[in-house]
């Protein structure tokens, strides 16, 4: 089965950027999602199809992809940021969805 | 308002059964695939089941394979997952979503399920 891989935490201050990494092997052949999830909520998308921004979402949130690493930016990081982030994709293979393990952001 | 609320949660003994109901509303339920996505206490998302608007293709994840059943029924627009020979690993907040795309939103608010004895 797909394995997605993501760091299980990272740090950064306000103001500065965050990077969010998502591994696949060739990912790049795959359309990634980006989730946002904040303490006793459901998760949100904040980046879809690898690149593009549902309305209503900030446009400090971006992300691309290419070759085996998919990445979520979050430009000039607020406190309101802080939460846990989740790529996705689907495996056409076994038409299963697959979830990265989540990545912790904590703003310093 | 696109929304979705999930209901029938609850504490079930090993080997027991549940049936979960998602009810939506502000969209075209029928013309939409949905999907269960669950999230065990302290740990990440992980997919559960998938139904297309019309019911005519189903998946499930290898874990659940067997003992859930995804349904829905696009009169009641409602959403539903039978729980059945539920396992303490089967504990978590299971929640519905729509499905555009491959990606999933909205998402309900979710609704916790516990195996115990």
């Known amino acids: 089965s797909y394995v997605l891989t993501q760091p299980p935490s990272m740090s950064v201050a306000p103001g500065q950027t965050a990077r969010i990494t998502c591994g696949g092997n060739n990912i790049e052949s795959k359309s990634v999602h980006w989730y946002q999830q904040k303490p006793g909520q459901a998760p949100l998308v904040v980046v879809h199809d690898d690149s593009d921004r549902p309305s209503g979402i900030s446009e400090r949130f971006s992300g691309s992809n290419s070759g085996n690493t998919a990445t979520l930016t979050i430009s000039r990081v607020e406190a309101g940021d802080e939460a846990d982030y989740y790529c996705q994709v689907r495996d056409s293979s076994t038409d299963h969805w697959v979830f990265g393990g989540g990545t912790t952001l904590t703003v310093l | ?117």
């Not at chain 2, 049936?19 to 999907?35: E, I, K, P, Q, V």
């Open chain 2, 1 to 117: 308002e696109v929304q979705l609320v999930e209901s029938g949660g609850g504490l079930v003994k090993p080997g027991g059964s549940l049936r979960l109901s998602c009810a939506a509303s502000g969209f075209t339920f029928s013309s939409y695939s949905m999907n269960w996505v669950r999230q065990a206490p302290g740990k990440g998302l992980e997919w559960v089941s998938s139904i297309s608007s019309s019911s005519d293709d189903i998946y499930y994840a290898d874990s659940v394979k067997g003992r859930f059943t995804i349904s829905r029924d696009n009169a009641k627009k409602s959403l539903y997952l039978q729980m059945n020979s539920l396992r303490a690993e089967d504990t978590a907040v299971y929640y519905c979503s729509r499905r555009l795309g491959d990606w999933f939103d909205p998402w309900g608010q979710g609704t916790l399920v516990t195996v115990s004895s």
